[in-house]
């Protein structure tokens, strides 16, 4: 493993495979891929369509399972535990935002901030009040309480990284964060995950098709053939 050898990666993917039965075929989508995400260190995900983006980053944030390999959390390895105690992980541990927001139409912002950290069992008062703290950290104190149906694109993301990063995560993963808004909406919501980062010492695997933003992040990497490789 590169950087210091002391240091133990907040995520190490190891040698993982996936493999997906499409009829009397095979798919293999990842063939050995390993990876280690560092803290603070923000990785952009850079390959076509269909070459397992989402998949590596559904593995890595215990969504799904690998069919072998291992994917190590702060140094422990997560394939034998149960539903439970991976959930407990992905609940403390790891953050998770995707193309579209996902937020529940039905609450608030500060509302849908406040679900994790009520889930996870915080009171109700320090919950309301770190879920301000963090939205309005990301710009959004006039925003709290809109609906997202009452908040611009670039907004309801703003909102859902909020969410992603309620219970102080480790990792956080995006998968395409970007990917519906416009140039100048991605930026802003591009800048408010790298503020995280460097404020929170969080790691971060974005995927993305967006050349110019992977630019300006840590680290770039792609998937080929299955496996991970390093770019630059
Ligand atoms: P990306 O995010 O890079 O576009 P995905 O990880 O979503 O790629 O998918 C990689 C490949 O795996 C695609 O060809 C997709 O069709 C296939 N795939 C993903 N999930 C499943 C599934 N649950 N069952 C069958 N095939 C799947
Ligand atoms: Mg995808």
New binding site residues.
């Given amino acids: 493993m590169e950087q210091d050898e002391k240091e133990v990666p907040v995520v190490y993917l190891h040698d993982v495979h996936?493999r997906?039965?499409?009829g009397e075929d095979t798919?293999t989508?990842l063939d050995g891929a390993t990876l280690a995400l560092w803290e603070g260190q923000s990785v952009a995900l850079v390959?076509?369509?269909?070459?397992?983006?989402?998949?590596?980053?559904?593995i890595a944030g215990l969504l799904e399972h690998a069919d072998e390999g291992e994917v190590y959390i702060g140094g422990a390895a997560t394939s034998s535990l149960s539903d439970k105690e991976r959930t407990q992980i992905r609940r403390t541990d790891i953050g998770f935002v995707y193309q579209s927001h996902r937020l529940l139409p039905e609450f608030s912002a500060l509302e849908n901030v406040m679900m994790p950290q009520m889930i996870r069992g915080l009171s109700r008062k320090e919950t309301v009040k770190r879920s301000q703290e963090i939205l309005s950290y990301l710009g959004l104190s006039e925003r709290v309480t809109h609906r997202p149906a009452e908040l611009s694109g670039g907004e309801q993301q703003r909102v859902a990284i909020a969410r992603a990063v309620a219970n102080a995560p480790r990792v956080l993963f995006a998968?395409?964060p970007t990917g519906n808004l416009d140039p100048q909406t991605a930026d802003h919501v591009f800048q408010a995950l790298m503020q995280l980062v460097r404020a929170t010492g969080v790691a971060m695997l974005i995927?993305t098709h967006n050349m110019e933003l992977a630019g300006r992040m840590d680290r770039r990497v792609s998937?080929q053939h299955g496996k991970v490789i390093e770019l630059d």
Avoid at 47 to 58: R, V, Y
């Fill in positions: 996936r997906y039965k499409q798919l989508i390959a076509p369509s269909g070459t397992g983006k989402s998949t590596l980053l559904h998968d395409e995927a998937i």
